[in-house]
């Protein structure tokens, strides 16, 4: 388990005698070519027409996920190209995630996808179009047949965007291997993007590790910029009170004349000049994708916002980004012998830097860790049951990265649509990568609202509908995350206000409205279900999930007149608003 909490015994002792005068001098790579070579180079052009500056590289650290493509900055409307000859294979319509978005087959075994667009072009719209009103559905998963959409290289096929998740127009490009559904890193396609620039390490920490390379605690690690470019620590020997450690690096890359933050391609540690450690990000699996929490320091990333890669692989890691070796990165100290470590990141450019400095173990100092009852601990490799009374939690094998000293009570809680004591697990800086089912005996709950109780998770902020279905006494649902949970009752249905609505709508081209719920979604709950008609016949409204809006653009067959538009908005207890308005058109 892993802890932050000071510790009295814990020294990093650095001594400034220099052994090393080397600098961390950065290695340049190609400035387009990239790193990879079993992929074809010129196949894929570039899917806009100005220069690539990148806002997002591929493998870069995002929430939940390793960024899965590029971002191509730019402005909405700007035409987005096929990246080579093929056919649309699907065509998706997304509230969140990806938005509005296409997928093109090659016939050279790769699928390209793009992501966010605001429109597509024409004859795709109007497919699409015809299929949402045929379904009465905004949202679609369509893949029609391929003599349909065929594309040229090069050929327009929509416009950039911001639609979906995204947080400002630009385009998501990705490629996949057609047959294993893979994402490959677009960069090794030889996309034109200019970059002699090497990533820059801005932090580290060091890891006091098991014998199971499982983390027992953890403590920053000084590394700071120098003026002359190189680093604090670079050449020195550090003296580390521990048997073993594992080291983190925070590092971004940028690109030539773009000062923002992208991921890093590779990162690579040599102890006495052998591998020791390797992540790499040539392809990925999308099934892998959530392995990112136990890459990354998900406490560090919860509590400070700080994205550490680690150098060392926790036990319960499967992400296939990482090279075998017999240590997968856990460092043996030793009194007499300092340990010369280097630790390498690099671009998918091949722009490269290096850090090195030497480990000793620091025997007057050593940090020593209490034992805990085996009772609490929740091993990552075996399902465990914890039958605590009112609770009860079936942990799956592999939702844990490493052993886990479980933590847990129970307060009262004061909301007043709250039927239980707030349950308290591990807390949510904890990460955990399968779902576990989670029962909780409600207390007080009258039958006729049976239907309206939730598990809810309570932090800041609303709380989260986890869902809920009865299990005899106790309501049962599945979550991924730790924290406080308890039963609650949701009886409110969703709020409708109107942002461009009003009675006469002549010189309006769309109408949109607000759709917002007292109670977020997570677990096994459903999102808001809406239905818009007008004079009973049904519309088609766009949902923007990120802005919580629905927008309907008025269609050429509404004749003039005086019209009544209804709204239908049900949250996951079916709790719902009916919203009837007349209008002028
Ligand atoms: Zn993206």
Request: glycine letters at 8%; aromatic letters at 12%.
């Amino acid at each position: 388990m892993q802890k932050t909490g000071m510790k009295g015994l814990l020294f990093v002792t650095l001594l400034l005698t220099f052994l090393s005068f080397e600098s961390s001098t950065p290695e340049r790579g190609n400035t387009t070519a990239a790193v990879g070579t079993d992929y074809p180079k010129d196949y894929f052009q570039s899917p806009v027409g100005h220069m690539i500056r990148l806002t997002g590289s591929f493998g870069e650290l995002r929430a939940g996920h390793f960024h899965a493509g590029l971002d191509i900055d730019g402005t909405t409307g700007v035409p987005v190209y096929a990246a080579a000859d093929g056919y649309i294979s699907i065509i998706k319509v997304q509230a969140s995630a990806y938005g509005n978005v296409l997928y093109i087959k090659h016939p050279n075994g790769y699928t390209t996808l793009y992501a966010h667009l605001d429109r597509f072009a024409p004859e795709i719209q109007q497919y699409v179009k015809e299929q949402q009103y045929k379904r009465m559905r905004f949202e679609v998963n369509l893949h029609p047949p391929a003599e349909m959409f065929r594309v040229s290289k090069g050929q327009e096929i929509g416009k950039m965007g911001n639609t979906g998740g995204s947080r400002g127009p630009h385009l998501h490009f990705e490629v996949r291997n057609t047959a294993t559904q893979k994402v490959v890193n677009p960069q090794l396609f030889g996309m034109p993007v200019q970059d002699d620039v090497a990533p820059d390490i801005r932090d580290m920490k060091v890891y006091f590790l098991n014998e199971k390379r499982e983390v027992l605690d953890s403590k920053p690690f000084p590394v700071g910029k120098q003026k002359t470019g190189g680093y604090d620590l670079e050449g020195d020997t550090v003296r580390i009170g521990a048997w073993r450690v594992g080291f983190g690096i925070k590092a971004y890359d940028t690109t030539t004349g773009n000062k923002n933050d992208n991921g890093i391609y590779a990162l690579s540690m040599f102890v006495e000049d052998q591998l020791a450690f390797e992540w790499r990000m040539d392809e990925m699996d999308f099934d892998e994708s959530r392995y990112i929490n136990a890459h990354i320091d998900y406490s560090a990333q919860k509590r400070f916002g700080a994205w550490f890669h680690r150098c060392f692989v926790l036990p319960g890691d499967k992400l296939s980004n990482y090279v075998k070796t017999e240590t997968m990165g856990a460092v043996s100290l030793f009194a007499e012998k300092p340990q010369k470590i280097t630790i390498k990141v690099q671009d998918a450019l091949g722009n490269a830097r290096s850090i090195h400095f030497w480990a000793l173990r620091d025997t007057q100092n050593m940090v020593t860790f209490p034992s805990t009852a085996d009772r609490y601990k929740l091993p990552y490799d075996t399902e465990r049951k914890l039958l605590l009374g009112d609770l009860n939690l079936t942990i799956p094998k592999g939702a844990l990265y490493e052993t886990l000293t479980f933590e847990y009570f129970v307060s009262a809680g004061n909301a007043k649509n709250q039927f239980s004591p707030m349950h308290h697990l591990q807390d949510s800086k904890t990460p955990v990568h399968k779902y576990y089912e989670i029962s909780i005996k409600p207390y007080g709950l009258p039958e006729w609202l049976h239907n309206k109780a939730v598990i809810a998770k309570c932090g800041d902020g609303k709380p989260d509908n986890c869902g809920a279905s009865w299990r005899g006494d106790y309501i049962m649902t599945k979550v991924r995350e730790f924290g406080q949970y308890c039963v609650m009752i949701d009886t409110t249905p969703p709020q409708v206000t109107p942002v461009v609505f009003n009675k006469d709508m002549r010189r309006n081209s769309t109408m949109a409205f607000k759709i917002t719920d007292n109670m977020a979604v997570n677990g096994l709950a459903y999102g808001l279900y809406y239905r818009g008609t007008i004079d009973g016949k049904w519309v088609l409204f766009q949902y923007d999930k990120k802005r919580s809006r629905i927008t309907h653009v008025f269609e050429s067959w509404l004749e003039k007149g005086t019209h009544t538009l209804q709204l239908e908005v049900k949250d996951d207890r079916d709790n719902v608003v009916l919203y009837t308005k007349k209008f002028l058109r």
